[in-house]
């Protein structure tokens, strides 16, 4: 009976995803199931959410304990075989507002925030202590456990915790498994079930920015059609009114000028490039249709919708779930059972895509049995691809050294090669704004020297 352990289980509706699939999964139905938070209301939603999928589709199979607060937390990860990270640090209020509403007064401005830029450098710089306290945990109390990073800043977080402790990590998103999809419908497309079961990809590079290197059907290349579908829709939305634009432009444009198309959505990448939100530039974000102040907007929009969305949970003694996207059942079976799964997972490179770095983590193909998730070797990337990817990685590594080091030049480093602050700010607007947030956040960060 394998015991899985979910770190902010306050996030109802992912925990609900990600433990209902396990419930899904006859090697991990009988699972012992540690639900724990900070948040006491959120905590005990959730606990009342996954009893009734328990008793709904799994026969109380599964037993479900909660575990409230800090001095709790070893309790939870005790003994546990799969330990699931789903954390904010700080939330909405205060840590999001600091993020977007300090660097706008120097004029920068974002969309999401959470993966790069100034506001993904401090939201690692936030997450990574609480972290690192969960893995000094889990080293003493349950070694063998492997971490499933689901929290954002992915690359960061993820790399942190394979360089800076001894827990066995894999960092998990979303975009992967969709990517394909996203392409076929942003263009219109076939991208019904049936297609895309036929259609071979290959995807690799970085968190939010790997690369759809391969996509054929039958054998044949699918990317000259789509390439000039796209250039054709581009041209159209740049010219057409808002409510007829895609919000997908910036990914297309990207596939135009780099050569393939990258896996996360348009109002991320362009936050992670210095092409597009510029203030000599304001009509591009009406043209390339950028939503900015999208992540704090959404943040508004989900608190005042999760009461509602509760009490609708809450109130459906049907409440059911089927498998889902999500990879983490689908690892923990194939450790579980020894049944070989594939997944795209963030990991060290080690070698395994040449012209990035090493230390660098990467998402690639991974190969999941009872060893555990395995990186694939997947060769160089196209020149350019890794060229970009590059100028994300470097804010990666020195944000990871300023958290590891303690050292706050490494702050002020990582900032300063950030692709979007640098094109916006000068040196020392960029060193003042650092010094601003480290300010505001007080005691959510440690004390940098």
Known sequence: MPKITFMGAGSTVFARNVLGDCMCRESLRDADIALYDIDAVRLKESEYILNVLNKNINNNRAKISTF????????????????????????????????????????LRQTIADTLGIGGIFRALRTIPVMQGFARDIEKVAPDAWFLNYTNPMSMLTGAMLRGTEVKTVGLCHSVQVCVQSLLETLGMDASPERLAGINSRIAGIN????????????????????????????????????????????LEMMKRFGYYVTESSEHNAEYAPYWIKHNYPEQIEEWNIPLDEYPRRCVTQIAGWKEQYEKLHDDPALTHTLSREYGSGIMNAIVTNTPFQIGGNVLNRGLIPNLPDNAVVEVPCLVDRNGVQGTYVGALPPQCAAMNMTNINVHLLTIEAALTGKREHIYHAAMLDPHTSSELNIDDIVKLCDDLIEAHGNMLPEYK
């Open 208 to 251: 939010h920015m790997a690369w759809l290197l391969e996509i054929s059907e039958n054998g044949r290349d699918l990317y000259p059609e789509i390439k000039k579908c796209a250039d054709e829709k581009v041209r159209m939305w740049r010219q057409a009114p808002k409510e007829e634009k895609s919000g997908n432009m910036i990914r």
């Open 68 to 107: 409230l607060g800090v001095e709790n937390r070893r309790g939870a990860l005790d003994k546990a075989d799969f330990v699931v990270n789903a954390i904010q640090v700080g939330g909405y209020e205060p840590s999001t507002v600091i993020d977007f509403e300090i660097p706008k007064k120097y004029g």
